[in-house]
């Protein structure tokens, strides 16, 4: 084998880069053991005490924090969770764009739009402008959208192309808001690991959110409305005083008993009267100064007493938790609204005490606080809080956001040569009146930019600004500039975010999902292991099984390096490619036994065995990969981890099978220690030595048993239909599992009034759990519509229920998992599907044709994979209503069938490969012959691979859970068909046009002698 030492080196470092992106894993799960030792099971305990050690360095100068970014992360079917899509209102922003436009065409052509596009693939703008074009044929976008906010972009002269291109630079703007005032949110949510990324689809977020045990908090959280406000602020140096007084309550309150408490609260309030009464400036400086002081003496001696935080708590509660905006000495408060800033664990108790009744008595009436949306270090620990006076009664900002027409980041010219990031704001004439007044007002304050109740920014204000243009000028990063301007574009944005597909599970579902998992990758594992030692004998077997194992290595490394999620069909695709790196040993061992047979020494045989199963192993994988690229395209969520690890554990068992186990061999020959390898035992010595089955003389019947099931499929398809899961419908599903066996029946019926009919349940697993699904209200996105069927649920159930079961209780304990997937969501994914299988089909084909330059191998191929295709689809609608499981047409049912294409393909290229092998050698050999000959020598090799393949799956759908029952069932099935197909429909097909081809060219052949 040539380039022996680049094998090496490259093995060597590939194994040091896995190791290092896994040691982080162990690292985190060493501290999050000693996490719960430290809580003795209290999760706030848990939670303070990794934050403790979030930005402290513990491994190779990494900090906690960055070593869990960098950890394997589990999925949410393995640790359970929220996985959510949300879609923005694109009509929203449209329609907002034209000022709420009353033109009965303009609204007429949004709805018309609307409606279309939850069937259709093509953007909403051509859709509405098409149907715009149909209701008014001569109209001009310009005469809907020149309106006064956007005349600096569209005039009544735009073109339509050029309104269109306005168009979609606002609503990418509005995605980019929505998607960032998203992920604050969740940021503030406290979820460890999120996920919150903008899909391809127009509009649409897809969030992750681990460990949530809270969905209907997070439903409101995710699909609430972010107001843009304005607001005046204090400075700090004006509210000092009082904040000094109700830190001095606050000590008194928490710190003595009741009547104490209250005796001391009514001397206080008797001293320090509430007032909103603005200190004077040359007064204020002595007096912050030297009340700062004091307490620095206080520090200065406390210190000198070794103060514990604990004591210097008991005397300053609030700035024990809130540290003061001052300068670096600690006794000079810096100007502006910024009160101070505190650790993000504190944040909610500074805002509790702040909200005391006692306290707000001494704090001026009108002053409200809010934190900043961003950090003030790096690592996101500590957040400033802001002083906000509140100069409406009723309570409302001084200016609100829906005035501000635009916002664009730029930069701002300082001096000659130095110029730097800052963001311009136009309001509309209603709002420019207000901003004058406003900014006349106050000239040396700060006006706070707020949304969603936290600070983006708070300039200062220099001069009175009129005409509505305002420069808004900071150390801001293109970045942040960029987010300020789409916060400040938000407040005319009347774009509403839904809900349009969403998958909660369970913790407990998820413990079972990481047992079952973890059980059948192992068994799997040793099945294999076990196989390969007994058909090949205990070196190779061992070898090849040291190959798997570094395989498995290699995998998870690559997959830490990527930072991937790792998932239940992440783990099946993991073993699914383990199965292929196996086949590749098997094709190996298979020629090398060929070698042996026809008299050659080992050494020369294992060369021959390497070098002829070469073509055959690349292309095998090369297929596979095809199918992984194909479903990490066109699927979602597990179905693009299964692709992942597939992809990765293909690429790995690659390198192991075809050089790694090489170099092993070239060593162990080389010392002279396999003299006696024949890659035969007892068992499998006389297996299918030499067979002399004449396939293609019976390839009028294999072609009659596929058409019999596929006749039968049909007609249980017209009888039964298939049970297309919600993913292709629409509709809510949830897992419920009961303390009891029940009988799924009794539970439709006690649903059946309740949903109005709209209900199916099916067992899943156990007899007392079920499925329940239903398309109840699956239109309507309004605010607790999922509380409202999870209460009809409840109601429904109760009798199944134990006594005195709470609605709470149900939700947490008996549902294991719910889903939702709207109407719009399943017609894109079913269109996605399709083209999937068709898309991998075409591919594989293609490749086909490429490598064999035969278009009959083309031909043979794609029917094969029709043919195979639907068997397992006729199976699904024959048995569907018999199985134990849920056997639903989704997209882990597409996953899987492409899946078994990849295998299939994998399958036949070995015969054809030995078929062009053949013909190499024999070109004059009668075709017939020829490839009934390599059907036969390569029948071993078939066997073997299909009977360890179907055992790997088999052990996944035995212990892998009911959520991938349907998915491995139909890869069982698959690896049977496939086979069959291989055999009885892809290789004689292949003959059959050769034969016509040949048949043909004789005739002409003949016609041109004579």
């Given at each position: 084998?040539?380039?022996k030492?680049?094998i090496?080196v490259?093995s060597?470092l ?11 894993s ?34 190779l ?34 329609r907002a ?9 303009f609204?007429?052509?949004?709805d018309l739009?609307?409606?279309r ?9 051509d ?24 005349k600096?972009?569209?005039t009544?002269?735009?073109?339509d ?8 630079e ?42 949530i ?16 406000e ?11 005083q ?21 005796d ?8 320090s009267?509430?007032t ?29 007493e ?10 300053h ?15 000079r408060?810096?100007p502006?609204p910024?009160?101070?800033y505190?650790?993000?664990t504190?944040?909610?108790?500074v ?39 509140v ?17 664009v ?10 110029a ?6 136009t ?7 207000e ?9 040396g304050q700060s ?6 109740s ?10 009175e ?34 809900i ?11 413990q079972?999902?990481?047992r ?15 196989y ?6 205990l070196?190779p ?29 992440g ?29 050659k ?5 294992l ?25 990490f ?8 981890g ?9 690429a ?15 060593y162990?020959?080389a ?9 035969t ?9 030499d ?6 003389g019976h ?20 009888t039964?239909?298939l049970?297309?899961?919600i ?20 539970v ?42 999870e ?30 997937v ?14 999937a ?10 490749y ?16 094969s ?11 699904y ?13 989704d ?56 009977m360890?393949?179907f ?20 890869i ?15 290789t ?13 060219a ?9």
């Open positions: 084998m040539q380039n030492g680049f090496r490259f060597l590939l194994m040091l880069v896995c190791l290092f992106y896994l040691s982080f162990f690292v985190t799960a060493h501290y999050n053991k000693k996490a719960v030792t430290y809580a003795a099971g209290d999760p706030v305990k848990e939670s303070l005490f990794l934050d403790s050690l979030a930005n402290k360095k513990v491994w100068g990494y900090t906690l924090k960055q070593c869990r970014e960098m950890e394997v992360t589990m999925g949410l079917d393995l640790k359970g969770g929220m996985n959510v899509i949300l879609e923005l209102n694109v009509r929203d922003v449209v764009m034209a000022n709420n436009n009353q033109d009965p065409n609204n007429q052509a949004l739009a609307y409606a596009q939850a069937t259709s693939q093509r953007d909403f703008i859709l509405f402008v098409e149907e715009y074009k149909k209701l008014d044929p001569g109209v001009r976008l310009s005469a809907v959208f020149s309106t006064f906010e956007q600096d972009r569209i009544p002269q735009s073109t192309a050029q309104v269109i291109t306005v168009i979609r606002e609503l990418k703007s509005a995605i980019n808001n929505s998607f960032n005032v998203l992920r604050t949110r969740i940021d503030r949510f406290g979820v460890v690991s999120p996920n919150i990324q903008q899909l391809e689809t127009t509009g649409r977020i897809l969030v992750e959110l681990p460990g045990k809270e969905p209907e908090r997070v439903r409101k959280l995710l699909q609430g409305s972010a107001n843009l304005f607001w005046e602020t204090y400075d700090l140096s004006t509210v000092y009082q904040l000094v007084s109700a830190d001095e309550i606050l000590a008194k309150i928490l710190h003595f008993n009741e009547a104490v408490a209250t001391s609260l009514a001397d206080s309030s008797a001293v009267a509430p909103t009464e603005t200190v004077n400036p040359d007064n204020a400086s002595s007096e912050v100064d030297s009340l700062l002081a004091q307490i620095g003496e206080q520090d200065t001696s406390t210190q000198t070794t103060m514990t935080q604990a004591e210097y708590e008991k005397l509660p609030l700035f024990a938790n809130l540290m003061l905006n001052t300068d670096e000495t600690g006794t408060l810096l502006g910024i009160v101070g505190a650790r993000r504190n944040m909610a108790k805002i509790e005490y702040l909200n005391m009744p006692q306290v707000r008595a001494v704090l001026p009436r009108n002053i409200d606080f809010k934190w900043s949306v961003k950090s003030v270090d790096p690592e996101g620990i500590f957040y400033h809080l802001y002083a906000i006076r100069s409406n009664r009723d309570g409302s900002p001084a200016l609100g956001g829906n005035v501000v027409t635009n916002a980041a730029d930069f701002a010219q300082q001096q000659i040569g130095r730097e990031q800052s963001v311009s704001m309001m509309n004439a209603e709002g420019a009146k901003w004058a007044r406003l900014t006349k007002e106050n000239v006006i706070a930019i707020v949304l969603d936290m600070v983006y920014s708070a300039p200062r204000v220099n001069d600004i009129t005409g509505g243009r305002s420069q808004i000028t900071g150390n801001f990063t293109p970045d942040e500039a960029k987010d300020l301007a789409n916060v400040l574009k938000s407040g005319k944005m009347a774009a509403s975010v839904h349009i597909q969403e998958d909660i599970v369970g913790p407990s579902l998820g079972e999902a990481i079952g998992g973890f059980i059948s990758f192992i068994i799997a594992l040793i099945v294999i292991m076990a390969m030692c007994v058909i090949y004998g070196v077997g061992l070898i090849a099984d040291g190959a798997l194992m570094l395989n498995v290595f290699f995998t998870m490394g690559v997959l830490a390096s990527f930072q991937a999620v790792l998932t239940l069909p783990i099946a695709g993991m073993v699914l490619s383990l199965a292929m790196s196996v086949d590749a040993n098997v094709l190996i061992y298979e020629r090398a036994k060929e070698e042996l047979r026809a008299g020494s080992l050494p020369k045989a060369a021959d065995g390497y070098g002829n199963a070469f073509s055959a192993i690349f292309d095998g994988n090369a297929t596979a990969i095809i199918t992984g690229i194909v479903l395209v066109f699927g979602t969520g597990p179905i693009r299964f692709a992942t690890t597939m992809i990765i554990g293909i790995a068992s690659f390198l192991t099978a075809v050089y790694i186990t090489r170099l092993v061999y070239e162990l020959i010392k002279n220690k396999l003299k006696h390898t024949t890659f035992t007892k068992v499998s010595e006389n297996l299918l030595t067979p002399k089955i004449n396939f293609l390839r009028r019947t294999g072609y009659l048993i596929p058409t019999v099931i596929i006749a039968l499929g049909v007609i249980a398809m017209m039964f239909g049970n297309n899961g993913d292709f419908t629409g509709g809510r599903n949830y897992i419920v599992r009961f303390d009891q066996d029940v009988q799924t029946e009794d439709r019926q006690a649903l059946d009034a309740p949903f109005d009919g709209a209900v199916s349940v099916i067992t899943i697993s156990t007899q007392n759990q079920v499925r329940i699904s239903t398309n109840y209200k699956i239109e309507d996105n309004s605010e607790g519509v999922g509380a409202e069927i209460q009809k649920l409840y109601e429904g159930l109760t009798s199944f229920l134990p006594a005195g079961t709470s609605l709470a209780q149900f939700t947490d304990n008996y549902i294991q998992r719910s889903q939702k709207g109407p719009s969501m399943a017609d894109d994914i079913k269109y996605g599907a399709v083209l299988v068709i898309i991998a089909m075409f591919f594989m084909a293609l086909i044709l490429i490598r064999f330059r035969d278009f009959a191998f083309s031909v043979g191929v794609f029917v994979t029709i043919v195979t295709t639907l068997c397992i689809i006729a199976f609608s024959l048995f569907w209503k018999i199985m134990p499981f849920s056997m639903e047409i997209q882990e049912f597409i996953a899987a069938l492409l899946t078994v294409i990849g295998y299939s393909i994998n399958d036949t290229v070995v015969v054809f490969d030995r078929v062009r092998e053949t013909i190499r050698d024999y070109p004059k050999r009668d075709r017939g012959q020829v490839i009934n000959d390599a059907l036969n020598s390569t029948l071993s090799r078939t066997f073997n691979t299909a360890e393949s055992l790997v799956v088999l052990c996944i759908f035995i212990g892998g859970g009911p959520t991938i029952k349907s998915f491995t069932f139909a069982l099935i698959g690896v049977v068909i496939s086979t069959y197909t291989t055999l009885y429909i892809a004689p097909i292949a003959y059959e046009i050769q034969k016509r081809k040949f048949a043909k004789s005739k002409t052949l003949v016609a041109a002698k004579a």
